[in-house]
């Protein structure tokens, strides 16, 4: 069974950086596209960023490129999401899904493109 937990989250000030990660256990991930997305309180969950994770395709949120890298740690079963210059509206709960199958489709952005999920992290930016 697919368990993916994700860890990192915290309080930060806008400018900050932190560093999400996703422990995937229970499957070989190599034919896996994995996914980062955030829900915002009163919000739908959005897409944040997503990998090929037998490596090389990425694809980001506009609100997020050039801030948010993804990336998998192979040797450990992690997908990392490094955030930088944090800013307010930043603020959500942060969730992994992954999916079987590694081409990028328009699902890739979409939540029901993604066939399992962990519980989450939150991540709130002060201004």
């Known amino acids: 069974q697919v368990q993916l937990v994700e860890s990192g989250g915290g309080l930060v000030q806008a400018g900050d950086s932190l560093r999400l990660s996703c422990a995937a256990s229970?499957?070989?991930?190599?034919?896996?596209?994995m996914g980062w997305f955030r829900q915002a309180p009163g919000k739908e969950r959005e897409f944040v960023a997503a990998i090929r994770w037998s490596g090389g395709r990425t694809y980001y949120a506009d609100s997020v490129k050039g801030r948010f890298t993804i990336s998998t740690d192979n040797a450990k079963n992690t997908v990392l999401l490094q955030m930088n210059s944090l800013k307010p509206e930043d603020t959500a709960v942060y969730y992994c899904?992954?999916?079987?199958?590694?081409?990028?489709?328009?699902?890739?952005?979409?939540?029901?493109?993604?066939?399992?999920w962990g519980q989450g992290t939150q991540v709130t930016v002060s201004s």
């Open positions: 899904a992954a999916a079987f199958g590694v081409v990028f489709t328009t699902m890739v952005t979409e939540v029901g493109g993604y066939d399992y």
């Open positions: 229970g499957r070989t991930f190599s034919n896996y596209r």
